[in-house]
């Protein structure tokens, strides 16, 4: 087994890039660090780094076990952290989803944060394939998507549904396929996927949303309807993002013949447990959500 000690000590040494740095930051002696990466070195049977005068690179041996060292040190920690400190409602959680979903779910921790104030929330907004990365490289503790996951460092399930809707500027009441394609899209981070799903369903002429011009983009949740009030396009979005705009009087909401619903699913790293603080949140947002 390999010694978690000198795996910390290259590992930070990795990073810091720097031997006197590396040993400052872990209160040793530099050649303290020299020590721990040699035994390292020779309890995995191969040379880790390439040394040049006072600067180093890492071999092919030493950039794979750097990878995978750096995620079973973290997972070390989290097993620790839980042996320590597993309360259902104090604690720091890290968690991230697309822009649709926490409009909703923020509030909603808020006011848990509110009743518990030893829990901590730290929430971020990103699209969907950024919370995956998040989750697998450990940055985030939960994650909440509106499309499954495919990494396989990524655990997921389905907690609920959210319906997805054709939102366009004030003065369109008959969106026909001609319509959309003369109006053009506003894009946004999870646009062509809320475009697949209602439109695949809805327009026989639909095959990718390509086939529309683009005439905006925005990342921003609150701002996505924006240059559609304006007349500048159209978009699809989850109704709680639609619900939350406020000039609802200068847009309009198409109710198509075949409503869609976007699954939202709840998603952890596969290797890490679940702590009770991260069930705690989970349940709750449960709770919000369509069966």
């Not at 590396?22 to 309890?43: D, F, N, P, W």
């Not at 890492?58 to 794979?64: A, K, P």
């Amino acid at each position: 087994m390999i010694n978690p000690i000198w795996l910390n000590t290259f590992c930070t040494l990795v990073e810091v890039n720097h031997f006197t740095q590396t040993a400052e930051r872990l209160y040793m002696t530099q050649s303290g660090v020299s020590q721990h990466i040699k035994k390292l070195e020779q309890q995995v049977g191969c040379a880790l780094l390439e040394r040049h005068g006072k600067t180093f690179s890492l071999t092919i041996h030493g950039q794979n076990l750097y990878q995978k060292g750096r995620l079973l040190l973290k997972e070390w920690q989290f097993l620790e952290q839980q042996l320590k400190d597993d309360s259902s409602t104090s604690g720091l959680i890290k968690i991230q989803s697309p822009g649709s979903c926490g409009l909703q779910f923020y509030q909603q921790l808020l006011a848990l944060q509110t009743k518990h104030r030893s829990l901590s929330i730290d929430y971020r907004f990103a699209p969907n394939i950024s919370v995956e990365q998040a989750i697998a490289n450990h940055q985030a503790d939960i994650g909440f998507m509106t499309q499954e996951p495919s990494l396989g460092e990524v655990s997921n399930y389905k907690i609920g549904t959210e319906r997805l809707l054709l939102v366009t500027a004030r003065n369109i009441n008959n969106p026909t396929w001609q319509t959309l394609c003369d109006a053009g899209f506003i894009a946004h981070p999870d646009g062509q996927h809320h475009a697949q799903l209602l439109f695949s369903a809805n327009y026989p002429e639909f095959e990718h949303i390509d086939q529309i011009k683009q005439t905006g983009f925005s990342n921003q949740i609150s701002l996505i309807l924006e240059p559609v009030c304006l007349g500048l396009g159209f978009t699809v979005l989850p109704a709680t993002a639609v619900s939350t705009f406020n000039k609802p009087e200068l847009i309009n909401v198409h109710q198509l013949a075949n409503s869609v619903n976007e699954n939202i699913y709840v998603c952890y790293h596969r290797n890490r447990p679940l702590l009770k603080r991260m069930n705690t949140v989970i349940e709750l947002i449960k709770t919000s959500l369509d069966p």
